[in-house]
């Protein structure tokens, strides 16, 4: 017999749900002031009648807004206007605005489409494909926000891959290359490199060619309608992206061994992957996120188990990054192959 004792009764239930809702609702004042300007506006100290003037938002809905950001510890308010903090300010000015802003309406977008599957009883498990050329565009940003701690923190302790990206003939494999925004951001920071971004998919590829020609990278990006089970690259590649995240673990594991042969000896494949162990509510929504992406309960573990029977070396699974959701694998096709 299941023990409920302690179980929340009706009254802690509905508490919770409620503040499930207010969570929701400051998720959405956060978007709007980020999407309507007012977060540019609060950068430097500002009243709210001043925000209001210079964004056209009312001065109630603009006071409404900072009041839930201060609630939220992002800044502080007193008689000379608001002050957003540090923090706030960095990740939401320049560059990082178009990443957080593609951050928070990715979430936005995958969530309320979850929900609305439900009302349309169009539910099925088929993995990470949606049309909504908005949400794709999102999904690419975000995942392109990988590449400065990729190079910061990562390659440096990736034997020989800083000097491999550097060279001439430096190459990387982007599998799932979606509409592209990973290899383009990839490609400003090596200016040697050339990119094979594989997507399945006709709508992010068909986004991705546009992208890539708009960015006037369309001489180093080469985009393939591929799926990585099907490459028959050999000895190309100093670097392998492979998100396992989106792919069922049969899948994962016949493209890990063709991206062990594509690779280069000694280049390296990077993996990434959702789920996580644990009981508290934010692992239990990184596996119901992993299921719904299409690679089930894939841990972090089980990625580097399936780079090890691919045949990779040096496989590392990282500690988990504060305020990352996924977890990366690394491994190393052997140098002397
Ligand atoms: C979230 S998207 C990647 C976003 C991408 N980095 C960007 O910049 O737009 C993940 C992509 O993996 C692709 N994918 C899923 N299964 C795949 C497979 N077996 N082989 C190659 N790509 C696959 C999906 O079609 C999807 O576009």
Known sequence: MVNLDGAPGPQEVRQRILELNTSVWAFAALSFALEAGVLDE????????????????????????????????????????????????????????????????STRLQTADLVERATHGTIALDGWSYPDPKLLEAQGLHSAQMVVPWVELLFPHLEGLPERLREPTARFLDVGSGVGRLSIEICRRFPNLRVVGIEPFE???????????????????????????????????????????????????RGLHRVRTALRPGGWALLGSLAVEGAEIQPAVLRLVSLLYGSGRLLPEHAAA???????????????????AGRTIVGRRPVDE
């Open 42 to 105: 609060a950068s430097k100290p500002s009243t709210a009648g001043q925000i209001s003037q210079r964004t056209g938002i009312p001065e109630d809905l603009v006071n409404g807004v900072l009041d839930v950001l201060v609630a939220l510890g992002f800044g502080t308010a007193d008689e000379h206007g608001f002050v957003a903090s540090p923090g706030l300010v960095t990740i939401s000015s320049g560059r990082a605005k178009k990443l957080l802003a593609a951050d928070l309406r």
């Open 306 to 324: 399936i780079l090890t029977a691919a045949g990779f070396e040096n496989v590392l699974a990282l500690p988990a990054m504060p305020g990352v």
């Open 203 to 253: 709508i992010p590829f068909t986004l991705a060619r546009r992208n890539v020609a708009e960015a006037g990278l369309g001489d180093r990006i080469e985009l393939r309608p591929e799926r990585v089970q099907d490459l028959t690259d050999e000895r190309c590649y100093d670097l392998a992206w492979v998100p396992v995240l989106f792919m069922a673990a049969d899948v994962a594991a």
